[in-house]
């Protein structure tokens, strides 16, 4: 076997630096080299970012350079740092709490379709060549007290490197940070180290925080008992729909062509998410927070929508057939089909939406109780589209039959994204049809949300996750749609001619606790009207 030189630990320290801000930073450098003019003036002023990174990078790593403390870390550093920059450089995405949260919270199949060869070559080389090298070579410490005093004199040098790089550079370093804000959310590994510190911060505060109960005086309106017939309402949470391929939206291609179709069907063409990942949306769209209040932390500790309509006296369940639901069904009836055993609609560990489908006419015909179930889709979720809908429904080809999206055509992956839109179509078709089949029996409706967007190449983004004050409209504009029975209408007091009438109005996911209120007939304190949209869509009825 080879032998290696024993080097010092201010040596490792600051080659570890310097591949820390070469070998995993390559979406940094090819943004800042995009956002930075040419020039000498530009040249020097990415040559101080970079001297100022490296000064951070070795300022802290000296922190560490101790003989059971330095080799662990900075394996540790260099695994992980290969595989945030693969997804980086992969996708386009950002790291912050919010995607971190979302990365934490995935269920196994869709970590499964966002893993490749490429991503081992990454770890493997990236992470895991440095890995071994660092292992096979001795480091030299000195006594402690002289190992004290020469991490001293190299922390005191990053200081002062650090401050005099400020200090020659200051306006253009300023304006720099002040305008792209986007950087330190690029820069691996403090993006990820700091992500996983505020991740762990909020955990630790809901952990502590005493379990809140929320609208505590629910109840149904008087009205309820004039309503000839129980009631079925469906709320469809969809996954990774963008407003913008939505055929009955607008989009040039039709994506939605049995939607179209669909007699009374209303689209709202203007509306936006709450976040930009599951993580986010599900829970900010049922905690009754808008999303510039939204706190995770308090979403965890507090009772939401489904527990106040349950409160209310209506039975609640939520059929899952992607990763559950963030914790906001976690007191009524759960249900996840994504692992049936149903040979025409599931393969492969994973189901087609059309398995939430499944039993719901024998439902309709035995039901008992006034119930509001939760459809929650795997609809669009990337980056293998493909696998999203079955082959019947792939109507745009070719398509990318890759996770690894950039080395696809921007075309391909529009066409196997456009055709999981065809397949959502597809089941809320026929959710509507077998609604509308038991409506003379059952008073039932149906209300479809995505919970964001979704990223084909825009920007050289893919997939979704991006922090909100940056991400595309792409990723924050959603379709969503609803549909009422006849007997719903008149026993709900919905005009359907109204809210089709007021469709484009500007609309949110911070409407929907308040509108699911006042559309059940659920009265509380924590009910806003003004967040109501069906507030000014009430029929005025003899009942």
Wanted: one cysteine or more; aromatic letters at 10%.
């Amino acid at each position: 076997m080879f032998k290696v030189k024993p080097l010092r630990p201010e040596w490792v320290t600051l080659i570890a630096s310097l591949y820390l801000l070469c070998g995993f930073n390559f979406t940094l450098w090819q943004h800042l080299f995009t956002i930075i003019q040419g020039g000498g003036q530009g040249m020097l002023l990415r040559m101080a970012f970079a001297l100022m990174l490296l000064c951070a990078f070795n300022l802290i790593l000296t922190f560490l350079a101790f003989k059971a403390v330095l080799k662990p870390v900075l394996i540790t550093l260099f695994m992980i740092s290969a595989s945030v920059a693969y997804f980086m450089n992969q996708y386009g995405v950002l790291i912050d709490v919010g995607m971190l949260r979302n990365a934490v919270e995935t269920n196994a199949t869709e970590v499964r379709d966002l893993l490749s060869l490429k991503w081992l070559a990454y770890v493997l080389l990236l992470g895991g060549v440095p890995s071994f090298l660092l292992l096979k070579t001795p480091i030299q410490y000195r006594a402690w007290h002289r190992e004290l005093l020469s991490k001293l004199v190299v922390s005191v040098g990053c200081v002062a490197a650090l401050g005099g790089v400020a200090l020659l550079n200051y306006q253009g370093l300023a304006s720099l940070f002040r305008n792209h804000h986007e950087l330190r959310l690029m820069i691996v590994p403090s993006n990820y180290v700091g992500a996983s510190v505020g991740l762990l911060s909020e955990r630790a505060g809901s952990a502590v925080k005493p379990f809140q109960k929320y609208g505590e005086d629910a109840h149904l309106a008087s009205s309820w008992q004039q309503h000839p017939r129980k009631s079925l309402t469906v709320l469809v949470v969809g996954e990774s729909a963008r407003a913008e391929d939505f055929g009955l939206l607008g989009y040039g291609r039709d994506t939605t062509p049995q939607l179209s179709r669909e007699a009374g069907l209303i689209a709202f063409n203007n509306v936006t998410s709450c976040g930009t990942e599951t993580a986010v949306s599900v829970p900010c769209m049922f905690s009754g927070m808008t999303r510039k209040d939204y706190s995770a932390s308090e979403a965890k500790s507090r009772e939401g929508l489904l527990d106040v309509l349950q409160r209310a006296g209506l039975a609640v369940h939520w059929r899952d057939n992607q990763s559950g639901c963030k914790g906001t069904c976690d007191r009524v009836v759960f249900e996840d089909v994504s692992n049936f055993q149903d040979p025409a609609l599931c393969a492969d560990s994973e189901c087609h939406d059309e398995i939430l489908l499944k039993g719901l006419e024998a439902s309709l015909d035995n039901l008992q109780q006034d119930t509001v179930l939760v459809l929650h889709q795997m609809g669009s979720h990337g980056p293998e589209y493909y696998k999203r809908y079955p082959k019947a429904y792939e109507r745009f080809t070719p398509v990318c039959q890759s996770n690894a999206l950039n080395t696809c055509s921007r075309e391909s992956i529009t066409n196997a994204y456009d055709n999981t839109l065809v397949y959502t179509d597809h089941v809320l078709a026929s959710l509507i049809d077998i609604l509308r089949s038991k409506s003379d029996k059952v008073d039932t409706a149906m209300i479809y949300l995505s919970d964001h967007g979704e990223s084909l190449g825009e920007y050289n983004l893919f997939l979704h996750g991006t922090p909100y004050m940056l991400a595309p409209e792409q990723q924050k504009h959603v379709p969503m749609l609803a549909w009422f029975s006849e007997g719903y209408q008149q026993s709900f007091a919905v005009d359907s001619a109204c809210l089709a009438k007021n469709s484009s109005q500007p609309l949110s996911q911070d409407n929907l606790f308040h509108s699911m209120l006042g559309l059940l007939q659920v009265q509380s304190g924590v009910y806003k009207p003004d967040l109501d949209l069906f507030a000014g869509c009430r029929q005025v009825t003899s009942r």
